[in-house]
């Protein structure tokens, strides 16, 4: 049977509340960083990378290129081997020292905070740019991820394995203040409850407005 309208807005309203009873509603990254180009810098690096990965290889790589300036005048070669754990080194290297210079030369050695500008960058798509956004400049935003793509789907509030139309689907679903908060606590279900090829719907706190859980 289809759900109404009125019937699926009623269930998102119950699974926000319920996601904000468990986790609460700060804001949490889970890659460190100091600064905008840092969490740029780390959010390239995790692509097809976990996010321990990339805090245990950031935690030296910026001692060693401190600013945007420092990478944009690396040693590509040099570079790979600084972030060859983090897979996809050569691409995500030279990613890497042609972002920073662009925005060293463009934008004055600042991240700029406009979705346009931002995905113009050197291997900055969608899900970077707003991942800069929602974080550094506190722009509503909705990052569409692996797990978000995933749980979105389960959760029955999209059915696009596109991430791009994902992200615009849940845009009309989902408040505004809970832009941002959809990718982090959907990001921490999917780890620890909501586990790809084995979730534990029967621990899940989401079970009774999950249509998949059923």
Excluded at 48 to 71: E, G, H, W
Excluded at 134 to 152: L, M, Q, W
Aim: net charge neutral; with cysteine; charged share 30%.
């Amino acid at each position: 049977m289809k759900e109404s309208k009125k019937k699926k807005t009623e269930r998102i309203a119950a699974i926000l509340e319920a996601l904000d009873a468990e986790y609460g509603t700060d804001y949490r990254c889970f890659l460190e960083y100091k600064d905008a180009w840092q969490l740029l810098t780390a959010t390239i690096l995790s692509a097809q990378c976990t996010d321990a990965r990339v805090n245990i290889v950031t935690k030296d790589l910026f001692v060693k290129y401190p600013d945007v300036c420092s990478m944009a005048k690396a040693d590509l070669a040099e570079l790979e081997q600084d972030i060859h754990s983090t897979g996809f080194y050569r691409n995500k290297a030279k990613n890497l020292i042609a972002c920073a210079n662009d925005i060293v030369n463009k934008h004055g050695g600042e991240v700029p905070s406009g979705l346009e500008e931002l995905t113009a960058l050197s291997g900055v798509g969608r899900k970077t740019a707003n991942v800069i956004r929602g974080n550094i400049f506190n722009e509503p935003s909705i990052v569409v991820d692996t797990h978000v793509k995933r749980i979105s789907r389960l959760l029955g509030l999209t059915d696009t394995g596109d991430p791009v139309k994902a992200e615009f689907e849940l845009m009309e679903l989902l408040p505004k203040d809970h832009w941002i908060l959809w990718n982090i606590d959907i990001i921490t279900l999917g780890r620890t409850i909501c586990i790809a090829n084995r979730p534990k719907c029967g621990e899940c706190f989401l079970k009774e407005l999950c249509p998949s859980a059923k």
